[in-house]
């Protein structure tokens, strides 16, 4: 039963990884296409809207980093927030002002979907192993070390050294299930490389 829950749970750790992984890389990708498709704009839109998806995906990146603090995340997602609506300010001036429709029509769908990823990468982000899950593990865990200490005291020699080893491993799996379920704090995190590099390549080409 132990080994099941073990599994059972680390598999469930191990989904919810990935989906936070797969998830970053897709927001990561929907600011780089929006960015490159801000730069069809006509000037100053282009510029302007550059700068603000550049603090945008700043932004974004302090929310994924500080998801373990509430009160920075918090700040950093109404910030967020003032920055999509400048957005879609900027863009509606451009509409009101270009005839060319196919630019602003392709950016408007780049936007659109880099803030439909935002809310994926969120959803992720909160999505972890349900703490009842974890209660399950620890009390079978508790009630598996107290029968192996039990059948070993009923031993004519008991051994203690591989019921010591047992339980380092078990726990050592128990916590690694653990930090793997959590995505911005302990020893596994997923890789920000693709969204830092986006932020970065946003304002390094130019026009």
């Known amino acids: 039963m132990l080994a099941l829950m073990i599994g059972f749970t680390f598999a469930m750790a191990l989904s919810r990884f990935d ?51 509430g009160e920075k995340a918090r700040v950093a997602n109404d910030r967020s927030n003032q920055i999509r609506e400048a957005l879609w300010l900027a863009t509606k001036r451009v509409a009101e002002t270009e005839k060319g429709i196919v630019p602003v029509g392709v950016f408007v769908q780049a936007v659109n979907e880099m803030l439909d990823s935002q809310g994926r990468h969120t959803f992720a982000l909160e999505s972890g192993v349900p703490n009842a899950v974890f209660w399950a593990l620890y009390g079978i865990g508790a009630v598996a070390f107290l029968f192996v200490g039990y059948a070993n005291r009923l031993q004519a020699r008991s051994l203690r050294v591989p019921v010591y080893l047992m339980a380092a491993v078990v ?23 693709p969204m830092i590099d986006a932020v970065r390549d946003i304002m390094s080409h130019a026009d």
């Open 19 to 69: 989906a936070r992984r797969d998830a970053l890389m897709n927001e990561a990708n929907a600011i780089g296409t929006a960015a490159l498709r801000a730069r069809l704009l006509p000037s100053p839109y282009n510029e302007e809207v550059r700068g603000l998806l550049h603090e945008y995906g700043e932004i974004r990146l302090s929310v994924i980093q500080n998801a373990s603090s």
């Open 171 to 193: 726990s050592g799996l128990i916590l690694l299930i653990q930090d793997l379920d959590r995505p911005t704090v302990g020893f596994i995190n997923v890789d920000q490389t």
